[in-house]
């Protein structure tokens, strides 16, 4: 029964992930469905092989991929801190990570056009400000609550330093609000390279530390009677955690509320287990991101008529935040609802 309750949701993820990706690859206006089709087939002209092979596969790539990502990194988080309320938007880890590419941007050390520097850069905000929430948090950091104050307080400061950064250098504003908004417009396979590698390596990292993610659940003394040092563990966790998210916003920006909402289907889902809820929350997000990207593109073609703009581009990163606050708030009147 178990097995078959971990084998349908895994099947109809995938499902809904290649939905995704072809839903996002045939959304564009100069090839078609056929087009599409033809050039997967191995035919089609030179110019629809490359918008097909050069600009909308890589993108497509980068979306579900970045979606894994923030889908373990927030399991992974909310798993560590036993709060479910511990996504990397909110525990100081996407802003930090937001900022640190912001600030490179502005300083002229980074730019979409070398991404390997803005994950560097990236990284560096995310570990300073996943380091800035663990410093606070001291010895509270086995409590939920305490802990989901500081990262609130830890993530509106880096997001009051992001605006300060754009305030000295407005210049920039169009370069990184991509970053700030979140979207996958312009990934190419520069940034597939990039991305994959590292989300395969601190994806499988995180694999490893299921285990004691699922002791940590249950508490640090039963963590501790299982002969688990829950500080070690916990700081390998939010490791893992930081660089995931620190991938995914330095190739795709800010998405708001993938890392916080994903973690609670896939728990759903798959179990309490993390042996099986790490790799569906991979999944998750994969599907969940690819599928905002391809509704994105899909909307901005229906829109972009109607406004009288041929080149309107609704980020992915609007869908997300404006369907996720949706959920949000949903699921916290079911849960004042006391029937």
């Known amino acids: 029964m178990n097995l078959l309750r971990g084998r349908l949701p895994l099947v109809l993820l ?3 992930a290649l939905a995704a990706a072809f839903g996002g690859l045939v959304a564009g206006r100069a090839v078609g469905p056929s087009g599409v089709a033809d050039v997967l087939a191995g035919g089609g002209d030179p110019t629809a092989r490359h918008v097909v092979l050069n600009l909308r596969l890589p993108r497509t790539l980068v979306a579900l991929v970045a979606g894994a990502c923030l889908g373990v990194a927030g399991t992974v988080l909310q798993s560590a801190l036993r709060n479910p309320l511990a996504g990397p938007e909110v525990t100081g880890v996407t802003p930090g990570a937001v900022l640190g590419a912001v600030a490179a941007t502005g300083l002229g050390i980074a730019g979409w056009r070398s991404p390997a520097a803005v994950v560097a850069a990236a990284c560096v905000g ?20 305490r802990t989901a104050v500081h990262g609130v307080l830890v993530s509106a400061v880096l997001s009051g330093l992001t605006a300060m950064v754009l305030l000295v250098a407005p210049g920039e504003l169009g370069s990184v609000v991509q970053w700030l908004v979140g979207s996958t417009e312009g990934r190419v396979w520069t940034h597939w390279a990039l991305l994959w590698p590292w989300a395969l390596v601190w994806g499988g990292a995180a694999w490893l530390l299921a285990v004691p993610l699922t002791l940590l659940r249950c508490g640090d003394e039963q963590a501790a009677a299982a002969g688990l040092s829950a500080g070690r563990a916990r700081l390998a966790a939010l490791a893992c955690a930081v660089a995931l998210t620190a991938g995914a916003v330095s190739v795709v920006g800010a998405l708001g509320f993938v890392g ?64 996720g606050a949706a959920l949000l708030l949903i699921v916290a009147r079911r849960r004042k609802d006391p029937t």
């Open 260 to 323: 916080l909402l994903v973690p609670h289907l896939a728990l759903a889902l798959f179990g309490a287990d993390l042996r099986y809820t790490v790799p569906g929350a991979a999944l998750t997000g994969a599907a969940v991101v690819g599928g905002a990207d391809a509704a994105a593109q899909w909307l901005s073609r229906l829109l972009g008529p109607a406004l009288g703009s041929d080149r309107l581009s609704i980020p992915a990163g609007a869908l997300t935040t404006c369907v």
């Open 126 to 145: 995310g570990f300073a400000g996943a380091g800035l929430l663990w410093l606070l948090a001291g010895r509270d950091r086995g409590d939920p609550a």
């Open 14 to 16: 995938l499902a809904a």
